[in-house]
């Protein structure tokens, strides 16, 4: 399979902020031919399925700035630095929340869009919650509501969670 890489012959950071790194890369192709590549680094994060004590599901509803629309999703939130995502879903699960989860599971890890980034979402389900106190953020303003499977799996159907983790988080949980 070492016909199928890449090598890297030159990088140029190109944009460095809070959130990312961004990337233009000189490299050789398979066929010894030079060919560039614009990319994003991300530290990863994690987002959770969290099921209520009745088998509700815990989604919240935020501004996306990039889409320039209010999105339902599931919780979900980046890695701190040296963070592991075990502790960052109990983390964001609370501070998004309000919910504090006796149990998560991991579910899977995706490359977000891997074309043009190295983003890694873990995914995990999360249950026997109880509830404390939100604290989201101070750049973060978010609405928390809970729903049944069905209406879960309603709002997918009708484009309403249209976000990719959060629909194969859900599908992942059995939703």
Known sequence: MNHLIEKKLASEKVFEGNLLTVYCDKIQLPNGKEASREF???????????ITNDGKIVLVRQYRYP?????LEIPAGKLDKGELPDDCVLRELEEETGYVAQRIRKLSSIYTTPGFTDEVIHLYLA???????????????????????EEIKDMIAKGIINDGKSMLALLLAGI
Do not use: N, S, W
Request: aromatic share 6%.
């Open 40 to 50: 994003i680094r991300h530290p990863g994060a994690i987002a959770v399925v969290p």
């Open 67 to 71: 889409t320039g629309k209010i999105m």
């Open 127 to 149: 249950d026997q919650l109880t509830l404390a106190k939100q604290c989201p953020d101070e750049d973060e303003f978010l609405d928390v509501e809970v729903y049944t499977k």
